[in-house]
């Protein structure tokens, strides 16, 4: 496959690629879905009183995300969508997770009785992605290109969001936005744009990580980044169900309804994926994707609750990384999904990474998120939009950046309610979906038709 049938590809989807070059596109994943990973389970192990724990929840998160994102690559009967899809611990359920946990708390639980719950709510939880993958046909009305689109891009919009709170030091740092947090984050963010517009496909494949060791080196010199201790234990075994196993029907309703809304992102990243990797989005093959894509989400998560971690979702800023490297190749994906096992099953590997200072990760990840966004763009404006698709793309940016810009708009709302809008990409994914289905279709007239086709890019 050459790289003028890729397009802009260095390798193209089916493509396979030596092992250096496949280790280093797959660093590259991981350096960029890392902090998502550990984030959750830090934010929901500290809110429940679970301190004691932490180390091995972050071991069985990244464990869990290395077997998902292996199964996404592999496609192996039918499980998967054969593509580079990195499998993290989704920061959808954090608040249905933490009121669920405090409940437990309430009723007189202990720290192991709110983990067994948890994690048996979340492996029946799982059953909706896996069962909702078996229905992808009749759901392919809902989730057209304008929907999809316009998740994808309010999903890149709350990434840059995150971004640019690590380039400014993280949340709750002391030096918050200091020149010196700003200057570590611009100069990696320098360094890796400038790097992946280079012709060496060597630069352009290492970019992000040159660009991440450069800013440690410069963090170091500058005396911001000091390595510490990695921990006494140098493997971790993973056990199934170590807590027990729980059930309550009361925590189990909001989770299956946020594991509903997950699947809407879910198809949002894998058909931006598809399109970046130069696959059609409007075929069989396509649909085929989605299923397995969607059937591996629901197996990674009954993996992850089996282990002790949250619920796994597919992350979007792989997509980034797959358009700044030009590396498509699904075998990538086997590389992410070892690494992360490896640094599951091998904590100091994974407590070293972690220690990467904020600002670095912040600058590294802005270019990153901002091609998620514009893949988003690029997926409504397929086709010439219509009025009512611009009533649809307009309200849907207008709830979703509406709620991400003020929160306290579902302050007075159930707390259900709170925990399935809360996002920008629910809110207005949800918003574009409801409007789709009762908005009429306009009829276009033969004048209107030809325009749309004069409208449309022209091949030679």
């Not at 580079?84 to 997770?97: D, H, K, N, Y």
């Not at 029907?249 to 970046?276: K, Q, R, Y």
């Not at 989605?290 to 993996?303: E, N, R, T």
């Not at 990760?361 to 397929?382: D, E, H, K």
Request: proline share 5%.
């Amino acid at each position: 496959m050459s790289d003028e049938k890729n397009g802009t590809l260095l390798y193209g989807l089916e493509q396979r690629i030596p092992p250096l070059p496949a280790f280093f596109s797959a660093l590259q994943h991981v350096l960029a879905g890392l902090v998502g990973i550990i984030t959750p389970p830090l934010i929901i192990g500290a809110t429940l009183g679970l301190g004691e724990w932490m180390p091995y929840l972050i071991s069985m998160s990244l464990l869990a995300s290395g077997i998902g994102t292996f199964l996404q690559a592999n496609r192996v009967w039918g499980v998967g969508a054969g593509m580079i899809c990195m499998q993290g611990t989704s920061f959808a359920f954090l608040g249905v997770a933490i009121a669920g946990g405090m409940w437990v708390k309430g009723q007189g639980g202990s720290a192991q009785d709110v983990m067994a719950m948890l994690f048996g709510v979340n492996f029946v939880a799982a059953l909706v992605p896996v069962i909702v993958s078996r229905f992808i046909e009749p759901l392919k009305k809902i989730f057209t290109p304008v929907i999809t689109g316009s998740v994808i891009a309010l999903i890149g919009i709350s990434l840059i969001k995150v971004s640019v709170i690590n380039w400014c030091g993280g949340e709750g740092a002391k030096d918050f936005a200091s020149m010196s947090n700003i200057a570590l984050g611009a100069g990696t963010l320098g360094i890796i744009v400038l790097l992946s517009c280079a012709k060496n496909r060597w630069l352009r494949l290492s970019s992000v990580v040159i660009g991440i060791a450069a800013g440690c080196v410069g963090a170091a010199l500058s005396g911001n980044f000091h390595l510490s201790g990695i921990g006494e234990t140098w493997f971790r075994v993973p056990a199934l169900f170590p807590f027990g196993f729980q059930f309550n029907s009361a925590i189990f309703l909001p989770i299956a309804l946020v594991s509903l809304v997950c699947i809407l992102e879910a198809v949002g990243d894998l058909t931006a994926n598809c399109l970046i990797s130069r696959q059609s989005i409007n075929d069989g093959a396509f649909r085929s994707r989605l299923k397995g894509g969607i059937l591996a989400d629901g197996i990674s998560c009954m993996v992850a609750a089996m282990l002790c971690a949250f619920p796994n979702t597919t992350f979007a800023q792989n997509n980034g990384v797959i358009q700044m490297t030009g590396v498509a190749s699904r075998y990538v994906g086997r590389y992410i999904g070892v690494v992360l096992i490896l640094l599951g099953l091998f904590p100091p590997f994974g407590e070293i990474l972690r220690q990467i200072p904020t600002p670095v990760l912040g600058g590294a990840t802005m270019v990153m998120f901002g091609c998620v966004v514009a893949a988003g763009i690029r997926i409504i404006t397929q086709t010439p939009l219509t009025r009512r698709d611009m009533l649809i793309v307009g309200l849907a940016f207008g709830f979703g950046l509406g709620v991400e810009a003020v929160p306290t708009f579902l302050t007075h709302f159930p707390p259900i309610i709170g925990n399935l809008f809360g996002s920008a990409a629910t809110s207005g994914g949800l918003v574009a979906i409801v409007l789709n289905l009762i908005i009429p279709e306009e009829k276009l007239t033969a004048a209107a038709a030809a325009r749309s086709n004069d409208d449309r890019p022209q091949t030679l």
